[in-house]
């Protein structure tokens, strides 16, 4: 299950999140991935299977993006999906899996929300409005992961 296993590097952590750069079970980038540390129940390592992994990865030579360290893990996160142009998916607490999908339009530090112009499957990827979220809310999210980058490819043909 891609949501309860995640492959990668740690990149960022804080008392309340962590990101992972992600690789995909085939050893390819996957994008990016924040999950609450509240739900981390295990963390493996140097196994075969993550060495074998993390050599195809760095076979095809594809690095991550570097994340900016200037405030909170969460706020980090979400201020590089927005300014790389990535599309998210956001799981918010007592929702499904992924909750809201689109692209961060704005971000509202003082007040703990972001607004995401979401994006639908229903719609062959148009815009379907917009959608508040609270900080708090967030229990993980994903951002240029091989599933937000076919929304995004939607989204472009819908468009046109």
């Known amino acids: 299950d891609e949501y309860s296993a995640v492959v990668g590097f740690a990149a960022q952590a804080d008392d309340e999140y962590l990101i992972v750069n992600e690789i995909s079970i085939h050893g390819k980038y996957d994008g990016y991935m924040l999950r609450k540390t509240e739900n981390l129940f295990r963390i493996d390592y140097d196994s075969y299977y993550e060495n074998s992994l993390f050599k195809v990865f760095n ?8 994340i900016p360290e200037e405030k909170s893990t969460f706020v980090n996160f979400i201020q590089f999906a927005k300014a790389s142009g990535f599309v998210v998916s956001v799981g918010i607490k007592d929702y499904d899996k992924n909750s809201v999908t689109g692209y961060i339009d ?7 929300t972001f607004v995401i112009h979401t994006i639908t499957q229903e719609k062959e990827g148009g815009f379907d409005g917009f959608t508040a979220v609270n900080f708090d809310g967030v229990f993980r999210m ?19």
């Open 59 to 66: 076979k095809r030579n594809v690095k991550h993006k570097e």
């Open 142 to 160: 994903r951002c240029d992961s091989g599933g937000d980058r076919f929304y995004q490819e939607l989204n472009e043909m819908a468009s046109v």
């Open 106 to 112: 704005s971000i509202d530090l003082e007040g703990k």
